[in-house]
């Protein structure tokens, strides 16, 4: 696949677009709250220097790769990030998104990740996944708006914050493949199941 890398794309409300140096305040706004990290594999932010360095290692060096989808989450308004949506590149097309607390509960999460998903379809990428912690059921929720559909749960020690973690796994196939199903953190995870009425 030729893809291009994190093109801009365009919703009712939202314009999904690429961070840059700019949005270095921005950036420190969405990972610096407590509460928004909770659910989250790294650290709260504690700078504006350390989100200088994470802009560096998590999106400069991303931006500079053929493909990709790593995206900040504005408002056509301002079109300043309150949030993001990522599909990482490695073969678990893994979809993440985080949010600004103040900007919950208004559907911004699911309408930036069908945009996303929709564009990764468009692409030609085979399946999306996507992980949340069975504390933040609000996350799963978000998974079923875009058609995911529940694959198995599994247990991780989750770094760096070294706690460990069961993640309910979710799957949406873009092909006819209705199989296919990832299973890398389920062979990976020495704890693993399948819940019922999920």
Known sequence: MDLENTPELRTERLILRKFNENDIEALFDIHRDKEVNRFLPWFPLKSIEEARDFFEKNYAEAYKKKSGY?????????????GYVNISMDDSHDLGYGLCKKFWHKGIISEASKAVAEQAKSDGLEYITATHDVKNPRSGNVMKSLGMCYKYSYEEQWQPKNISVVFRMYQLNFDSNNERVYMKYWDNSEVHFVEKNI
């Open 70 to 82: 790593k995206y900040a989450i504005c408002l056509k308004s301002d079109n300043i990030p309150i």
